[in-house]
């Protein structure tokens, strides 16, 4: 499939496996320059590594944990270093726990929340501006089934409404943002 998407530049988080990984291929394959950025330096270089055979692709592996709130300015500095801009983000890491709200304890909570929710903003903030002066920009919100079904996933369910919020950042450029609510997959984390 083609997506018009050569010479792009596209950050994607929770990018070493799973459906990460997939969307950083298929950008890969269809000429983009891809930012890989997860947590596991090891499964993360060799995500990379496979891009680059498979795809000749233009691949930067950046080991990231996008809780961090210093995180995602610094990845995508280094993209911007390495490319010149950011022209995709695919926000895709989250972590999950089970149980709904009654059962996710403080700590599950926050590091949900600051996985999925706080990362997005956050990359977000960082990416809009350049997007805003190109005029052009495409931004990707990747939830989960708790974001149809909240009770199974609290911090997800908030992943629409925050995508709102960016739609009255750049409401008179050609950027768009779009959320998506996957369904049940099959990858390492369940």
Known sequence: MELGITGKTAIIT?????????VAREFAENGARVVLVARTADRLHQAAKEIMQECKSEVLAVPADVSDPAEPDRIVHSARARFGSVDIMINNAGRAHSGDILQ??????????????????????????????????RIVNISSIGGIYPHCCPATSGTKSIGCLYRLS?????????????????????
């Open 170 to 190: 750049r409401y008179r450029n050609r950027m768009s943002e779009v959320p998506v609510k996957w369904g049940f997959s099959r990858t390492e984390l369940g």
């Open 104 to 137: 996710a304890t403080d700590a599950d909570w926050e590091e949900m929340t600051a996985t999925k929710l706080s990362a997005m903003r956050r990359f977000c903030r960082a990416v809009i501006p350049d997007m805003r002066e190109r005029h052009w920009g």
């Open 14 to 22: 929770g990018a070493s496996t799973g459906i990460g990984f997939a």
